[in-house]
């Protein structure tokens, strides 16, 4: 019988009690109760597994923080997408989005002081804020144009394209910067949602945070693609065990292959041991002697 991670579950109920007190304060339609339970139990779901793959019972002091976060981010997604409130009470939805990009930057603090820094929390961290900023760019869009779409959906577009192309899976290295960008927008988009700003400055605020943002991505996926795999063709057959093969060792022919002597381990040969081609079918080896161990092995060239 599978354990239940009771972490995940109280996060659970602790959504649906904040959505409740929304729908008695401000209003919640059916759409806003959707959205709001559905991330609730796609989160508690996810973040189940991820323990459980983990091999952990309970959740860590720091990603009891982002569970935290998580929790308010479900508010602002209700909110946000409930056709019932045509435009979104300024004053809950503001309080609750400062609030959970204030405890962004509580929970690696936790992490690291208790010493409970784990993949997992990285990632359940990393993807609280993804949804956030994608809500955020969704309740602005309509007053700055369908163009701040992009600082949401540019996190998801980077994940789709690394399923047709595996070298954008690999491993980043750590980057402050990458994380001062991934505040930004969240500090930009908090800040074009409270409308204190004049249109003209809001809109040029979003925009270059969307600048900052297409150029993180731009060097994050220029890094991977110079480092993507090799290709090309196979490597040539190896020899017997404990053996290499040696440039030095190749010889030039002239004919429709060409010979690729496998030396022992450590083996060295001399420049001068490499044989010259005398004619169209004859090999003058200069060295009498040839490298003991030495086995011939042809491919096409």
Same mark, same amino acid.
Do not use: N
């Given at each position: 019988? +599978?354990? @239940?991670?009771?972490?995940?579950?109280?996060?659970?109920?602790?959504?649906?009690?904040?959505?409740?007190?929304?729908?008695?304060?401000?209003?919640?339609?059916?759409?806003?109760?959707?959205?709001?339970?559905?991330?609730?139990?796609?989160?508690?779901? $996810? !973040?189940?597994?991820?323990?459980? /793959?983990?091999?952990?019972?309970? =959740?860590?002091?720091?990603?009891?923080? $982002?569970?935290?976060?998580?929790?308010?981010?479900?508010?602002?997604?209700? %909110? @946000?997408?409930? +056709?019932?409130? &045509?435009?979104?009470? %300024?004053?809950? !939805? @503001?309080?609750? $989005?400062?609030?959970?990009?204030? !405890?962004?930057?509580?929970?690696?603090?936790?992490?690291?002081?208790?010493? $409970?820094?784990?993949?997992? #929390?990285?990632?359940?961290?990393?993807?609280?804020?993804?949804?956030?900023?994608?809500?955020?760019?969704?309740?602005?869009?309509?007053?700055?144009?369908?163009?701040?779409?992009?600082?949401? %959906?540019?996190?998801?577009?980077?994940?789709? &394209?690394?399923?047709? =192309?595996?070298?954008?899976?690999?491993?980043?290295?750590?980057?402050?910067? /990458?994380?001062?960008?991934?505040?930004?927008?969240?500090?930009? %988009?908090?800040?074009?949602?409270?409308?204190?700003?004049?249109?003209?400055?809001?809109? #040029?605020?979003?925009?270059?945070?969307?600048?900052?943002?297409?150029?993180?991505?731009? /060097?994050?996926?220029?890094? !991977?693609?110079?480092?993507?795999?090799?290709?090309? *063709?196979?490597?040539?057959?190896?020899?017997? &065990?404990?053996?290499?093969?040696?440039?030095?060792?190749? *010889? @030039?022919? &002239?004919?429709?292959?060409?010979?690729?002597?496998?030396?022992?381990?450590?083996?060295?040969?001399?420049?001068?041991?490499?044989?010259?081609?005398?004619?169209?079918?004859?090999?003058?080896?200069?060295?009498?002697?040839?490298?003991?161990?030495?086995?011939?092995?042809?491919?096409?060239?």
């Amino acid at each position: 019988m +599978p354990t @239940v991670r009771t972490g995940p579950v109280l996060g659970l109920i602790a959504q649906l009690v904040l959505l409740a007190g929304l729908a008695a304060t401000v209003g919640l339609g059916p759409v806003g109760w959707s959205a709001g339970v559905g991330y609730a139990v796609v989160t508690c779901l $996810t !973040l189940s597994h991820g323990l459980r /793959r983990q091999g952990s019972r309970r =959740l860590g002091p720091a990603d009891r923080v $982002t569970l935290g976060r998580a929790v308010l981010v479900g508010g602002v997604t209700a %909110l @946000v997408l409930d +056709p019932v409130v &045509a435009v979104a009470p %300024l004053a809950v !939805l @503001v309080p609750l $989005t400062a609030v959970a990009l204030a !405890l962004d930057a509580v929970d690696g603090q936790v992490a690291r002081r208790t010493g $409970t820094a784990s993949a997992l #929390g990285a990632r359940f961290d990393m993807e609280v804020d993804a949804f956030l900023i994608l809500v955020l760019s969704v309740h602005v869009a309509p007053s700055a144009g369908g163009w701040v779409l992009a600082i949401g %959906l540019m996190r998801y577009a980077f994940v789709a &394209a690394a399923w047709p =192309l595996p070298w954008l899976r690999g491993s980043l290295p750590p980057r402050t910067w /990458r994380k001062v960008v991934a505040a930004v927008q969240g500090v930009v %988009l908090a800040v074009a949602t409270a409308d204190v700003l004049p249109a003209p400055v809001t809109v #040029g605020a979003v925009a270059l945070a969307l600048a900052v943002l297409v150029e993180s991505f731009g /060097r994050d996926v220029h890094w !991977l693609w110079r480092r993507r795999p090799a290709g090309g *063709p196979a490597a040539a057959p190896a020899g017997p &065990a404990g053996t290499v093969v040696t440039r030095a060792a190749r *010889p @030039v022919t &002239a004919g429709p292959t060409r010979t690729v002597v496998v030396q022992p381990a450590r083996a060295v040969v001399p420049r001068a041991a490499r044989p010259v081609i005398a004619g169209p079918a004859a090999v003058a080896v200069r060295s009498a002697r040839p490298a003991a161990g030495a086995v011939p092995v042809s491919r096409p060239t």
